[in-house]
């Protein structure tokens, strides 16, 4: 059963980047047919897609995002990766990464537990 | 850009109650990428319907939905302790390619 573990600091500084990493374990990120995304939850707040991205390193992002946002693949280590620049108190969230699945329609059928991100001075 | 709303925002229902969410686009969604997650406190949201009507495995059949275009429905049978938690809709394909509505909470009344 595939899972999807986030790692990364939990606290970073205003104007700093904030970089997750998503660990992905029993199955390979080089299968065809899922994409490999960031979701984030402001607190007490919905769901925002932020991108995602394929094996291949193809990538798509949130138009509110896409200028301080990087999404990267690393298939020898089955893991991608999160880098959101010139962050603010608004980036304080959960951020959470997941799998999309074509057998799904594309919905997510596999997340993580997600994790605390606090931006603060 | 693709809009999703849902309705009502909190939702007050008794157990054994039915409670009824609506999800609606501002353009169509092809129907078999609209999907619905159930969010409990604390944790992460999980897969409970995709292609607008099949049920994720692990959830009762007193979940359904329906609906196509711009208007989607889930409905919850006979409300159980459990059920009680927010839930989203999510579409795919669209612009952005993927969005979130901003979800209905179901709470005990």
């Known amino acids: 059963q595939v899972q999807v573990q986030e790692s990364g600091p939990g606290l970073v500084k205003p104007s700093q980047t904030l970089s997750l990493t998503c660990t992905v374990s029993g199955g390979s990120i080089n299968s065809d047919g899922f994409y490999w995304t960031w979701i984030r939850q402001n607190p007490g707040k919905g769901l925002e897609w932020m991108g995602h991205t394929y094996y291949s390193g193809n990538t798509f992002y949130n138009p509110s995002l896409k200028t301080r946002l990087a999404i990267s693949v690393d298939t020898s280590n089955n893991r991608f990766s999160l880098k959101l620049n010139s962050v603010t108190a608004a980036d304080t969230a959960v951020y959470y990464c997941?799998?999309?699945?074509?057998?799904?329609?594309?919905?997510?059928?596999?997340w993580g537990q997600g994790t605390t991100v606090t931006v603060s001075s | 850009e693709i809009v999703l709303t849902q309705s009502p925002g909190t939702l007050s229902l008794s157990p054994g109650e039915r409670a009824n969410l609506s999800c609606r686009a501002s353009q169509n969604v092809g129907s078999q990428f609209l999907a619905w997650y159930q969010q409990r406190p604390g944790q992460a949201p999980r897969l409970l319907i995709y292609?607008?009507?099949n049920r994720a495995s692990g959830f009762s059949d007193r979940f359904s939905a329906g609906g196509s275009g711009t208007d989607f429905t889930l409905t919850i049978d006979r409300l159980e302790p459990e059920d009680f938690a927010v839930y989203f809709c999510?579409?795919?394909?669209?612009?952005?390619?993927?969005?979130f509505g901003g979800g209905t909470k179901v709470e005990i009344k």
């Open positions: 292609g607008a009507t």
């Open positions: 999510q579409q795919y394909g669209g612009s952005p390619p993927l969005s």
């Open positions: 997941a799998r999309v699945s074509r057998h799904f329609y594309f919905g997510l059928d596999v």
